[in-house]
């Protein structure tokens, strides 16, 4: 749902920009403050579950990722500390800012960020 209104938004500033000024840097200098809007939006909470921790992604206050388990891991188990599950959401917050609307996490990058062995 997010993604399809941040679509129908983009596409209705370009059009909106276009229509009212040919000035190219007009319209860079909206579609900046656009982005900008979603990277100062997005937070996350950590909280414990009953097979340990995991975390939500908020946009503007709504939720959009709720991950209760380590991701990319068959396992149906939970982050063992609070901190790895935090390592992990703000990873993921990262990818969001670089405009990876339905990021996913490797086992590759949790080795990395030593949540896993």
Known sequence: MIKQVLIISFISLVFYCFTQSNNISFVKRNLYHVILAIKDSVTFKTY?????????IFIKNKLYVHQPNIPAVSKNCGFSKKEFAARTAILVIEKIKRHVLLPSISTFELDSLKVIK
Do not use: R, V
């Not at 414990?48 to 939500?56: A, E, V």
């Open 48 to 56: 414990k579950t009953i097979q340990g921790w995991g975390y939500d």
